[in-house]
């Protein structure tokens, strides 16, 4: 009899957690642009029962990104287990591609999500990004150089498209995203260690300079215009969407103030944010069991369902 309650027992546990489960389907290799000859894809976790948010993985790590085949499912069980769709996004890699370029190719995936957000079965007004290290400055970016959508007529003009051209829908759609949470990411170039230090003055770095177009004969002053346009924190308004950030007193890469002082610019525009400060640790750490949960509360948070 006690055998039987117990294997009853074992039994009513298990089919819990199975049910707690959210089943996951994932559609690899989705083409979200064509460049030059190169196809730009992204992979997609969606879960069996949605919950209508999307959130934006950057598969990017100093720039320079890979196949998001490299991440399994799981990786992300947290995010799908509470119905969130995840989109797993791959872009151009440094040389070749400059930090401007790259950021243009995050706005398109956005873009190519939303115009088919009731394909990937999303809402397309409850968009978040995340990311650790480069991937947090194209999060970041995202958020700040997000852009509404516009008409086909004034596509036209912007861009000087001729009328007899054919102008892709999905450039028309919006590229804004609602929410970030993302890891150290590298939010200031021209004050990157301290205000006379830009990013290639600092020497953890430099090999990651070719990143950004900067000529071999420009001046410091041209030098700083350059940092500049890929700078987020010079770009904060009051738009500006809420920004979680997670840091490390002890970054070797990226400095723990530049959080500090994004936040503080944060702040001056009323956006809403929180910095999330690990003491003692460096350029990343080993999963804890808090970080998660505290993204998928900011998400949930600021990604609310619609009345």
Known sequence: MKKFLFLSVLFVILYSVTNAQNKVRRI???????????????????????????????????????????????????????????????????????????????????????????????????????????????????AVFGKDAISEAE???????????????????SSRVQAVACYYPPLNMVSYHHPDSTFADYQNVTVYVDAFNIAKDATREEVKGVFRQSSPYFFVTKETPPILIFHGTKDPLVPYSQAVEFMNKLKENNVPCQLITIEGAAHGWAKNETDIPAMINWFEKYLPASE
């Open 155 to 173: 596509y036209r003009q912007t861009y000087s498209v001729k009328n007899t051209d054919i102008v892709d829908p999905v450039n028309l759609v």
């Open 28 to 142: 690899s290799d989705v083409i979200y642009d064509h460049r030059g000859g190169v196809a730009f894809v992204f992979d997609v976790l969606v879960p069996e029962k949605q919950n209508g948010i999307a959130i934006f993985n950057m598969v990017s790590g100093g720039w320079s990104s890979s196949n998001a085949a490299r991440y399994k499912d799981d990786d992300f069980k947290e995010f799908t287990d509470r119905g969130e769709t995840v989109f797993l996004v791959s872009h151009g890699s440094k040389p070749r591609y400059k930090v401007p370029e790259i950021i243009s190719q995050i706005q398109r995936a956005i873009k190519y999500a939303r115009y088919h957000a009731k394909n990937f079965g999303v809402d397309p007004n409850r968009f978040g990004i995340m990311g650790r290290s480069s991937g947090g400055h194209l999060s970041v970016s995202a």
